[in-house]
């Protein structure tokens, strides 16, 4: 532990190092972040958990690393800290030691492998999140081991770290889906030596009867549950060594007729998938759904079990969260941090829009990026930075552009943690990142077990504590922490005065019509003390839209984005000229390169195992480009 006055003094003296300014309120950030992390240190390994949820900018990374860096005077206690991303465990770690003035923190990921002699040996572990759900799960399975192994610390009294510290959220749901049609497929391609093995027999004749259920189901198209109760099968039943030997068919021959040690792992990985699900959904309760054309079963486990020692959690937008609500059966506490942060120099422009959702952004994609990029053309000086986040289909088409300000790009569901845009003055949320129902469906079931008919089908029948449909409240608790963290990519992380202030900014922000997009302004407006929000003088569904050729000069830029995100596979010319919204005659400008190997945009797509090649002639000729790595 810790003297609190210690670890404000010396974060005073980190805060001030960095040209940042104090004031009174995130010292009572700071001394409330030191109270956790000393209480749960004196809790003893106990299952309460923390949260802290002290606002974006107030140095709850920094105090983490004051703190640990702290411990290198108490050899005695071990900590685990547990980032989002491999580079902010580098990061981490390496801050620890710079203010340590020695080596006592260790990131392990998968590009830094250490050893069960070198965790159990290094007082601050850092690993990310996905490492740790992924020890939680197979502890959910009965294999404690990887768990117990990051906890390990051999200079405790009792051999065990005394402190777990994550930042932001953790996903402790985990959620299994078998697909009809996946099943049937996996049901196809395993090989007949493993099905005519007398140990799986059993096993496939579950996975068939399964199919036969899921089958059975998609007569109504109706959500419904296809099983309440507890499985009949025995609970030693696991698909394990199926699973194992599975793993070891050549699936780059059987599936896709290469000989590539890729296609081999991608086919593992899909047959797998489907036969985790499937054991998961064999096991336990599972309900119906449909989807577009996909019909499934769905089932979900909370991978953190009751015993399992607590942590402080860092989560600025831990408010907007319904899942802290719903862990009953332990202590989980939300410390309410004082306001220490000032948004009045950021202006939010909203505009309400028809079909903000991946399918309608996409859809409309071509003229609504015409509007924006035309819009933002016009409003931003040259000086500008700005910051857009779209769905990954819509970002090719914005790498095209040549705008006259600096332009900067992410996609939903891959910026959590980064610090890329920390530079920019201006963001843009151009749609938003809808989940699918199941998700919020699958969370609360996670929690608290099957419901109803009429609850999977009825919001009215959704009721839970002050909450008129929980699923509802789930959703877009989850929505609004990912528009918050977005929009929290910018400077206005940054604080620039003894207010809380941070330079001056601005947002626009695409929001549904209708009470959702009234709730969402309300929860960043709670979130950001302060932010000024006005309507943005925008039409993208009306009027005539403009061409905005003069700005879409770098296609290859786009051709490499997307490209870069596909798999393996042949990919035509019109798909590709679709998905980036160009006209026959940018295509034919790009083709001109793609003709020429020398050229330089060939030559990058080579880098990412692209080849172009045209089939036939004259009007009958048709080219594509080949993806093979």
Not at 86 to 91: D, R, S, W
Not at 238 to 252: G, K, P
Not at 268 to 279: G, M, S, V, W
Request: with cysteine; glycine share 6%.
């Amino acid at each position: 532990m810790i003297r609190e006055d210690n670890f404000i003094h010396k974060m005073t003296a980190r805060w001030e190092a960095l040209g940042n300014c104090l004031n009174d309120n995130l010292i009572d950030n700071w001394k409330q972040l030191c109270e956790a992390l000393n209480g749960q240190q004196e809790e003893k390994n106990s299952n309460h958990w923390q949260v802290i949820q002290a606002a974006t900018g107030t140095g709850k990374t920094q105090g983490i690393a004051v703190y640990c860096s702290s411990l290198i005077s108490t050899p005695a206690c071990g900590v685990l800290i547990v980032v989002r991303l491999i580079k902010q465990a580098e990061e981490v770690a390496g801050l620890i030691n710079e203010l340590a003035g020695r080596s006592i923190a260790k990131a392990k990921h998968t590009d830094n492998r250490l050893s069960e002699e070198e965790i159990a040996a290094t007082q601050v572990l850092v690993i990310t999140h996905k490492a740790y759900e992924l020890s939680l799960n197979r502890y959910m399975q009965g294999g404690t081991l990887t768990f117990e192994r990051y906890l390990t610390y051999n200079k405790a009294i009792k051999g065990r770290r005394e402190l777990t510290i994550i930042d932001e959220c953790l996903n402790v749901v985990k959620q299994f889906q078998v697909d009809l049609e996946e099943l049937k497929f996996a049901l196809g391609a395993i090989p007949y030596h493993i099905k005519a093995s007398p140990k799986h027999i059993e096993n496939f004749s579950l996975l068939d009867s399964l199919a036969d259920e899921l089958y059975a189901a998609t007569e109504t198209h109706k959500t419904k549950w296809v099983q309440q109760g507890s499985t009949d099968i025995s609970t030693t039943f696991n698909l394990s060594d199926l699973r194992a030997e599975c793993r070891q068919v050549d699936w780059d021959k059987k599936i896709y007729g290469t000989e590539s040690n890729k296609d081999k792992q991608k086919g593992a990985n899909r047959i797998d998938t489907t036969l985790e699900a499937a054991e998961a959904t064999l096991n336990q309760w599972k309900y119906y759904s449909k989807k577009g054309a996909k019909h499934t079963l769905n089932t979900s486990l909370l991978v953190v079990p009751p015993e399992v020692q607590g942590a402080v959690i860092l989560d600025a937008t831990a408010s907007n969260n319904v899942v802290y609500e719903l862990f009953t059966d332990r202590y989980v506490r939300l410390l309410e941090s004082t306001q220490a942060r000032s948004y009045k120099n950021v202006t939010l422009h909203i505009a309400r829009v028809s079909g903000v959702g991946k399918g309608m952004m996409s859809k409309l994609k071509s003229s609504r990026t015409r509007v924006l990029m035309d819009y933002l053309s016009n409003t931003i000086n040259s000086n500008g930075k700005v910051f857009i986040c779209c769905h990954k289909a819509i970002e090719p088409i914005f790498t095209s552009y040549l705008p006259p300000f600096e332009l900067h790009l992410g996609h939903w569901g891959a910026i959590d943690g980064l610090n890329s845009f920390q530079e920019c003055d201006t963001f843009v949320g151009f749609g938003l990142p809808y989940r699918p129902t199941t998700c919020a469906s699958n969370t609360f079931l996670a929690f608290k077990g099957p419901q109803s008919d009429e609850w999977l089908n009825n919001p009215s029948a959704r009721s839970y504590e002050k909450h008129v449909d929980i699923l509802t409240a789930i959703s877009e608790g989850q929505m609004a922490s990912d528009v918050i963290q977005a929009i929290n990519r910018i400077k206005v992380r940054k604080v620039i005065d003894a207010e809380g202030n941070c330079a001056k900014s601005q947002g626009y922000l695409l929001l549904p019509k209708g009470a959702q997009g009234d709730r969402l302004i309300q929860a960043i407006t709670k979130a950001m003390p302060d932010i000024k929000t006005q309507d943005w003088a925008i039409q993208f569904d009306e009027g005539k839209v403009p061409s905005m050729g003069h700005l879409r000069g770098d296609f290859s830029k786009g051709l490499l984005t997307l490209m870069k995100g596909k798999p393996q596979g042949l990919w035509s010319a019109s798909a590709m000229q679709a998905e980036l919204a160009m006209t026959r005659q940018q295509w034919r400008t790009v083709a001109v390169e793609l003709r020429k190997p020398e050229s330089s945009l060939s030559m990058l797509l080579a880098e990412i195992g692209c080849t172009y090649s045209v089939e036939g002639t004259g009007k009958q000729s048709r080219s594509y480009i080949a993806k093979e790595l």
